[in-house]
């Protein structure tokens, strides 16, 4: 059994407690317009192209067995002819071409993980779980975090919160520590507009873990200027969480270095501002959510 991967990043200070170490699971059920991690949608194999630090040698071109790629195209990689078998990536002397999905067993990613042990003691950290959605990957997640637990190590779940319950609470559930959950857009059909699916099934499975009080349980909203972080989304999320006894939150400010990214695979953004948020659309946000607990932005 092996996972799918986009990245593993060691020394994370910010996605949970302490020093931890991210890792990236490839794949995710919604479609959000604003994804910051685009290469994590889809379970499939993709290439990244860097035009910066490109220097059009060519050598991918000329070790390309399917003749897949063209530079008179501003994303090169001929997607419906490539096979994905790498001779490009190994041709490319500059790492402007890149994998996205990288395959580990449970031994390989344990291995990873273990190396930073120390660290996770002496901070109070462990690792987190992100992507993409790593309940895409329910089996591979068991096995996985059974033996991480032999270790004692802290496990975080970031999830979208799309997944099925009854496998998630068997399979998962057991053997977390802490989970940020995130509520992106209260609107039922507006979800469905900009992340693909409704929130029905996202809904009913906050409302199930909040009533698990073995585990620490941190609603999260990304604040998408237009999208999520409108006056009448944050109002919404606002009651639905004072109705069900939530004061603590954490509030994700835009961040839009994504859309670099979404270049990188060849794919046309859906969303396209690309400023930080401002200090007047922040000021707002924060009297909105006055009366809970987060961590200032």
Avoid at 208 to 230: F, G, M, N, S, V
Avoid at 279 to 286: F, L, T
Wanted: net charge neutral.
């Amino acid at each position: 059994m092996k996972a799918i991967l986009t990245n593993i990043k060691r020394n994370a200070l910010d996605d949970g407690p302490g020093i931890r170490t991210l890792i990236f699971f490839k794949g995710c059920p919604l479609r959000c317009v604003w994804c910051q991690n685009p290469e994590t949608k889809s379970m499939a194999q993709e290439i990244t192209y860097d035009s910066e630090v490109c220097i059009r040698c060519l050598d991918c071109q000329k070790n390309c067995p399917n003749n897949a790629i063209d530079f008179t195209q501003q994303y090169p990689i001929n997607t419906r002819e490539c096979n994905y078998c790498g001779e490009c990536i190994e041709a490319c002397i500059t790492s402007a071409l890149k994998f996205t999905a990288f395959k580990y067993t449970v031994g390989d990613l344990l291995e990873e993980i273990l190396k930073d042990k120390v660290f996770y003691k002496n901070s109070g950290g462990g690792i987190t779980l992100s992507g993409g959605e790593a309940t895409m990957q329910l089996n591979f997640l068991h096995e996985f975090l059974k033996e991480a637990k032999e270790y004692e190590i802290h496990v975080c779940l970031e999830t979208c919160g799309h997944f099925d319950y009854e496998q998630f609470s068997k399979l998962v559930l057991p053997y977390l520590d802490l989970i940020y959950f995130d509520l992106k857009i209260f609107d039922s059909q507006d979800h469905k507009k900009y992340c693909g699916l409704d929130n029905n099934i996202i809904l009913k499975n906050f409302q199930y873990l909040l009533k698990k009080k073995d585990i620490e349980l941190l609603p999260r909203i990304p604040l998408i200027p237009e999208i999520t972080a409108t006056r009448e989304n944050l109002i919404n999320w606002k009651k639905f969480l004072e109705i069900n006894g939530v004061r603590k939150i954490e509030l994700l400010p835009y961040n839009p270095l994504w859309l670099s990214k979404i270049t990188k695979l060849g794919k046309q953004e859906e969303y396209k501002r690309s400023k930080w948020l401002e200090k007047s659309e922040k000021e707002q946000i924060k009297t909105i959510f006055s009366d809970f607990e987060y961590n200032d932005f």
